[in-house]
């Protein structure tokens, strides 16, 4: 069975920082593209960063530049968004996804989605 779990939410302040994980199992994530998006309430599920199969393709929301960095550990099967001068703007549920697409930056691209984690950023 697929399956993708968020961690590493909670509850901090601006200008602080956070480090998601995406743990695959079910899957070998080396052979998918990982999205992370988020959500907050009343909105629509948005972009945030990908990482391609190959892990050279990498793109950000232009929000998130500068500030957030996708990377991946194949041998853990993990997918990470480490995420640096967080603002109260990032506050949102934030998933990842997985797909066999080369490149995806919509939420239709992805065939695979965690629960989601709860990043909470106060002023």
């Known amino acids: 069975q697929v399956r993708l779990v968020e961690s590493g939410g909670g509850l901090v302040q601006a200008g602080d920082s956070l480090r998601l994980s995406c743990a695959a199992s079910?899957?070998?994530?080396?052979?998918?593209?990982v999205g992370w998006f988020r959500q907050a309430p009343g909105k629509e599920r948005e972009f945030v960063a990908t990482i391609n199969w190959s892990g050279g393709d990498i793109h950000y929301q232009d929000s998130v530049k500068g500030r957030f960095t996708i990377s991946r550990d194949n041998a853990e099967n993990t997918v990470y968004l480490q995420m640096d001068s967080l603002r109260s703007e990032d506050t949102a549920v934030y998933y990842c996804?997985?797909?066999?697409?080369?490149?995806?930056?919509?939420?239709?691209?992805?065939?695979?989605w965690g629960q989601g984690t709860q990043v909470t950023v106060s002023s």
């Open positions: 996804a997985a797909d066999s697409i080369y490149l995806g930056f919509r939420t239709t691209d992805y065939t695979y």
């Open positions: 079910g899957l070998t994530l080396s052979r998918y593209t």
